[in-house]
């Protein structure tokens, strides 16, 4: 039995009706209901008591002012390394952009854990090392410049991929003219390379500025101790105060936060929409510059930004971790393993986060495999309206705040399923069902990637000799797309397995996740846990992201992040 094929078409009449459904399911009737439940809200007039509210323009106010200063760090960072790994000669550059990439890979409560960690009075890193502030000295990073610092550092290599792709464009023939007519290589820079990058500078910003909008990890353990809300952490607040008058409040909240996203991005289309550069030549302006001595410059300049980045946080991590209880000194003779005992061996709570997280990313990242294979499929086979509109609507869960997702998924499964009678909500099947909604389109995009480079006279020519489409899958589709399916699987569970921005609100006793976890042990004191935790998630991120540069020279153009 081969099922109905449309004449002259390799697609199964039902598949696309298939893809419909679950894009309804997992996009359009959470969204839908998000926003019934806000224009309720102004119905009744309990809009009016959160748009009076003065907590909400606070939190605006910082939402905005973090945001802001977070994506100027963001692009001066993100720039100084897109230039240099894109443009220039300097040694190093594939393990460079590796080691940049990763703190995009780590959990953002972890980043700002590590931070805490490293500065301030009680950074066990600073006191072993004898430069530590004395005590009683406040916390530096327990301010909107410290959140918004480490917004910076998160997100800088959003900024560095979206810059590195339009670098990568630039004709190369363009900048060897300019260099045989005599032109300095800065001039060269300022006049030609610069303008043509600014359209990726400024996606770059947007996808930053969006990102910093909706973090929750940083803003919770840095802003919260020093009551400092953004619009996300005033979420999280409004649920943990639970009233007959939250689902609406937090409807017109996610709102909010939905605007300012909405309102970054069109100031992206807005700067870009007056420029018009028209590229011609061959593209590909990859170490277009010799800078010669200047390399013994850049480079260790590269390394010491790293440093700041990734070195000096994991030991700081470390040093937390490896104390037997706070306030001791870290020295050869207190060192203790005894935190990663407690969160592998003995903590109840923790072997569940870990299971759940490993339950969720594994399922997560197959289930979306099998429907990511189905979806590729039929979206590059059709080239119609509807297929780029269900193209949008897999991508906007993914480019929404985590936390609008959440607040979604609760509006839709808090009360019991029709037919069914069972609730979701408080289960561990609502966080799996965000997962899926949130992440579908990072599963989606390395397998499109992989159906575009295949040949279709190889599946066309199994069809005229009787193939039926499980078969044509099973034996031509999936071998040809199996490393795009391997990336797909491993970037999905590397995501899903350290989240915190969903999870936050879908949680419930038993279904707490790592991010989770890392969260409230910090929050209720248990810093050398936390700390044991987060230690063993930087490492587990690592081995992932080694997995992926291994699968790399055999993976379409551009599934891999930090590659070219």
């Known amino acids: 039995m081969h099922g109905y094929v449309r004449p002259g078409n390799s697609q199964p009449a039902w598949l696309f009706p298939f893809i ?72 190093a550059k594939g393990p460079l952009s590796f080691l940049f990439v990763l703190p995009m890979m780590i959990p953002p409560q972890v980043t700002a854990l590590a931070w805490v960690q490293m500065s301030g009075p009680s950074s066990l890193l600073l006191k072993a090392l004898g430069i530590a502030p004395p005590l009683g000295s406040p916390q530096p990073l327990y301010s909107l410049g410290g959140i918004a610092l480490l917004y910076g550092v998160q997100h800088a290599p959003l900024v560095y991929l979206a810059l590195r ?71 999280f607040t409004k649920f943990a105060a639970f009233t007959d008058r939250t689902f609406g409040e937090v409807a017109v909240l996610s709102g909010v936060i939905a605007l300012i996203s909405v309102a970054g991005l069109a100031v992206q289309e807005r700067a870009l929409g007056g420029r018009d550069y028209r590229i011609l030549g061959q593209a590909g302006a990859a170490t277009s510059f010799q800078v010669g001595w200047w390399k013994f410059l850049f480079v260790p300049v590269l390394l010491f930004v790293l440093f700041f980045m990734l070195v000096a946080p994991f030991f700081a991590l470390l040093a937390g971790a490896l104390v037997p209880a706070y306030g001791v000194p870290l020295t050869l003779e207190t060192v203790s393993f005894n ?127 009787g193939a039926g489409f499980f078969r044509r899958l099973n034996d031509i589709l999936m071998p040809l797309v199996a490393p795009a399916a391997g990336a797909s699987v491993i970037l999905v569970f590397l995501i899903a397995c350290n989240e915190l921005t969903v999870s936050a609100l879908l949680w419930s006793a038993g279904t707490q996740t790592l991010g989770v976890v890392i969260y409230n042990l910090d929050d209720s004191g248990g810093s050398d846990l936390a700390s044991a935790l987060s230690v063993l998630v930087v490492l587990m991120v690592v081995i992932m992201m080694l997995l992926l540069e291994w699968l790399a020279k055999r993976l379409p153009k551009g599934v891999v992040p930090w590659r070219s």
Do not use: H
């Open 20 to 91: 419909v459904s679950v894009v309804v399911v997992l996009s359009v009737l959470p969204l839908a209901r998000l926003a019934v439940t806000g224009i309720a809200a102004f119905a009744d007039g309990g809009a009016v008591a959160v748009l009076t509210d003065r907590a909400l323009w606070q939190a605006t106010y910082y939402t905005l002012v973090t945001a802001v200063f977070g994506t100027v760090i963001s692009v001066l960072i993100g720039s100084l390394f897109a230039f240099l790994l894109t443009l220039t000669d300097i040694p």
């Open 165 to 235: 792709a339009g670098l990568l464009g630039v004709p190369r023939d363009g900048i060897e003219a300019a260099r045989l007519s005599g032109a300095p290589a800065l001039r060269t820079f300022r006049d030609i390379v610069l303008p043509l990058a600014l359209p990726g500078m400024i996606a770059g910003a947007a996808i930053a500025f969006v990102s910093c909008i909706g973090n929750f990890g940083i803003p919770a353990i840095l802003g919260i101790p020093a009551s400092i809300y953004t619009l996300a952490t005033l979420i």
């Open 339 to 465: 935190a990663f005992q407690e969160v592998l061996l003995r903590q109840a709570v923790t072997r569940t986060a870990f299971a759940n997280s490993l339950f969720l990313a594994t399922v997560t990242a197959v289930g979306l495999l099998g429907l990511s294979v189905l979806a590729g499929y039929v979206l590059t086979r059709r080239r119609d309206i509807f297929a780029r509109i269900v193209a949008s609507l897999i991508e906007i869960p993914y480019a929404l705040p985590g936390i609008i997702v959440a607040v979604a998924f609760i509006l839709v499964f808090a009360a019991p399923l029709p037919v069914f009678n069972v609730t979701l909500y408080g289960t561990i099947w609502i966080i799996l069902l965000a997962y899926f909604a949130s992440f579908f389109a990072v599963s989606l995009k390395p397998v499109v990637s992989a159906y575009r480079q295949l040949d279709p006279a190889l599946e066309e020519a199994a069809r005229l000799a």
